[in-house]
């Protein structure tokens, strides 16, 4: 069954490329979160994630999903850290599976043990597979992640062809928050020649031209948090969003 929000992506998707704006509601209070979002989205964003940090709250995630809800039209995703991070507030969840991971934990223990609560919560999941990508940064370090080295093409490829074969609905490429640089762009096109499910790719995306790169290389979905947590909306976001936009319009 398709719910409201993959049924909100899949439409947009079929238009062009999408962009989501990464907010951390342990950096951002519930009203920081809310002015990031509305100008995000002002300037193109399609969707909000919330999270990034280990150890946030279901208060404080359920105090910024409501402030970003009533602050912009668009949905507002969870991007848990663990089951500590999940709220009904929220419109959906990355239901996600950290593939590369050495722990079962982040691979599908704490998943199994969070699966029923979610459901009893009514939350809509968007079942996602997880492939950290070298220097992998924080995530790396606490996803005890054998990263992928930027060179394993066939690496990638195999991890993600998986978990489409495994039904999930999206792969996610991630350099890590804060990354020196982006997926490089062999390892999306490698990935995307094999996929038939969207490509997401974040982490190091810090320029319109950075962003240019990865999605002609064959991303659908960009991530980005850091130009907007360090910049604003202004000034490298708005020409992130200005590249993503430009493609909708070939």
């Known amino acids: 069954m398709t719910g409201r929000v993959a049924a909100y992506l899949d439409a947009r998707l079929r238009r062009g490329p999408l962009h989501f704006t990464l907010i951390d509601p342990e950096k951002s209070d519930a009203a920081q979160a809310a002015g990031l979002a509305r100008g995000a989205v002002a300037a193109g964003s399609d969707a909000i994630l919330l999270g990034g940090s280990t150890g946030i709250s279901p208060e404080r ?23 500590g991070s999940i709220s009904p507030d929220a419109d959906a969840l990355l239901f996600m599976s950290l593939l590369n991971s050495r722990s079962p934990e982040l691979v599908i223990r704490s998943q199994a043990r969070a699966a029923e609560a979610i459901r009893r919560l009514g939350i809509e999941t968007l079942a996602l597979g997880y492939l950290v990508v070298a220097p992998g940064m924080r995530v790396g370090e606490v996803g005890r992640a054998d990263l992928l080295d930027r060179s394993d093409l066939a690496g990638a490829r195999g991890y993600a062809l998986a978990a489409e074969m495994f039904g999930m609905r999206f792969v996610y490429l991630e350099a890590g928050s804060g990354a020196p640089a982006p997926v490089p762009e062999a390892m999306v096109r490698a990935v995307r020649e094999v996929l038939s499910v969207p490509l997401v790719v974040g982490g190091g995306i810090r320029s319109g031209a950075d962003a240019g790169r990865i999605l002609d290389a064959g991303a659908r979905i960009l991530v980005t948090g850091t130009v907007a947590e360090e ?20």
Not at 61 to 82: H, L, Q, S, T
Not at 238 to 249: F, Q, S
Request: proline letters at 9%.
């Open 61 to 83: 995630m359920g105090a910024a999903a409501r402030a970003v809800r009533a602050a912009v039209p668009v949905p507002a995703i969870i991007f848990p850290e663990g089951p």
């Open 231 to 250: 910049h604003g909306v202004e000034g490298a976001l708005a020409e992130i969003l200005m590249e993503v936009t430009r493609r909708r319009a070939r």
